[in-house]
């Protein structure tokens, strides 16, 4: 049984003058899961999270995020609906600490703090105090719950990977979109984080996880969306992408 649907695809295209970079992409995301979307380089993964999120608008075709029309709707009520993301390269502010990094993260959605502190300053500093627990217990979250006052600069790669995804909690999203999280980590840190997705999913998350370390979609997810050129080639449980022949073909057996 699947849960509530979280975002749905009808139709989607997304053309850069001439090139078909998404092409009449159907699908539905629903609460709970953890999708994978995988493709070879070129696919369009970047760009469907990128009309997922409201950062870019369609060609054509409708996108339905938390009950929000994204292509009409500004990409900041995108992210205040519920949706946050990570970049496949990292945007962490490195002079900054890691705990300061994670205010940030929640300070793009709660700009209304930010007048409150300069009119009504009681209240203000109850916030703050609020905003710091809360930014913590996201660190801990991601379990860096000990490097809150180290600078974003000096923790290990892996662990700047994991701030972002604190930082993506920080807004407490419904849907948390994470672009490549295990690009550059080795085998030990990409299975830690994919315990971390799948207890972030157990938290009631629902997660869509772009990835070109196969195996760990293929543990993590339990359903995976496989693009080719634009184009969704096959959907699926890990076990039917993998026998897939036209995935074999296309992705699969050329890495
Ligand atoms: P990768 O795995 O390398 O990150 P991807 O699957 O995320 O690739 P996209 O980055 O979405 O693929 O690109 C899909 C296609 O659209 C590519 O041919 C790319 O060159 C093209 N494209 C993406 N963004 C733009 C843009 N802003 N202008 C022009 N073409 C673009």
Redesign the pocket.
């Given at each position: 049984e699947r849960g509530d649907v979280v975002a749905t695809l009808a139709g989607v295209s997304k053309e850069?003058?001439g090139?078909h970079?998404?092409e009449g992409v159907d699908l539905q995301l629903h609460s709970g899961d953890v999708l994978g979307l995988i493709?070879?380089?070129?696919?369009?993964?970047?760009?469907?999270i990128?009309l997922i999120t409201g950062l870019?608008p369609p060609s054509s075709g409708t996108i339905t995020v938390l009950g929000v029309d994204v292509g009409r709707t500004p990409v900041h009520r995108v992210a205040a609906a519920g949706v946050s993301r990570t970049f496949?390269h990292s945007k962490l502010f490195g002079r900054m600490t890691a705990l300061e990094n994670v205010l940030v993260g929640a300070h793009q959605v709660t700009r209304p703090t930010f007048l409150r502190r300069l009119f009504w300053l009681p209240s203000a500093r109850r916030d703050e105090r609020r905003a710091l627990q809360h930014a913590a217990s996201c660190l801990a979250r991601v379990g860096l719950a000990e490097r809150g006052s180290a600078r974003a600069s000096a923790l290990s790669y892996g662990d700047q990977r994991r701030l972002e995804i604190a930082r993506a909690l920080a807004s407490d999203p419904t849907l948390l979109i994470l672009d490549?999280p295990a690009a550059g980590m080795n085998h030990v840190e990409a299975d830690a984080l994919s315990e971390l997705i799948t207890s972030l999913a157990a938290d009631g998350l629902t997660i869509l996880l772009?990835e070109?370390n196969v195996g760990m979609v293929l543990r993590t997810c339990d359903r995976i969306v496989v693009?080719n050129f634009?184009e969704v080639l096959a959907t699926g449980t890990p076990a039917e992408v993998s026998g897939n022949a036209a995935v074999v073909e296309a992705y699969l057996g050329r890495r």
């Open positions: 850069y003058g090139v970079a998404v493709g070879p380089n070129g696919a369009g993964k970047t760009t469907l990128n870019v496949q490549e772009i070109h693009l634009g």
